[in-house]
């Protein structure tokens, strides 16, 4: 199973960026799919999740009405639209899979089957 994170790079505050995950080895319709992200000497915390249709998604507080998630069952890809950003959000994201569900994503990486390559942008002021 591959997970491979891309979109990252350097945006200035108040800017958007779109990050994408692709998946390859696995039913990737069979899999609810998330975002953690980690800022360097952080915890690695959940930023959303999405469920195997689509339908159901979660975010965290820090990122509620900033962010949206999306996935292409038909492309193996799911997706994070950021926006608003701050330098805060600056730190690895890393894409994660699942064949429990979106909602245990919110349990941390103890609801983390795979995990993928994570990319990296920095905010500036």
């Known amino acids: 199973v591959q997970l491979q994170a891309s979109g990252g790079g350097q945006v200035q505050a108040r800017d958007s960026l779109r990050l994408s995950c692709a998946a390859s080895g696995l039913i990737f319709s069979s899999y609810a799919m998330g975002w953690f992200r980690q800022a360097l000497g952080k915890e690695r915390e959940f930023v959303a999740s999405?469920?195997?249709?689509?339908?159901?998604?979660y975010y965290g507080d820090s990122v509620k009405g900033r962010f949206t998630v999306s996935r292409d069952n038909a492309k193996n890809t799911m997706y994070l639209q950021l926006s608003s950003l701050n330098p805060e959000d600056t730190a690895v994201y890393y894409c994660a899979a699942n064949r429990w569900g979106a909602m245990q994503f919110l349990d941390g990486p103890s609801g983390v089957y795979y995990w993928g390559k994570g990319t990296k942008f920095t905010v500036s002021s």
């Open positions: 999405i469920s195997k249709s689509g339908g159901t998604t």
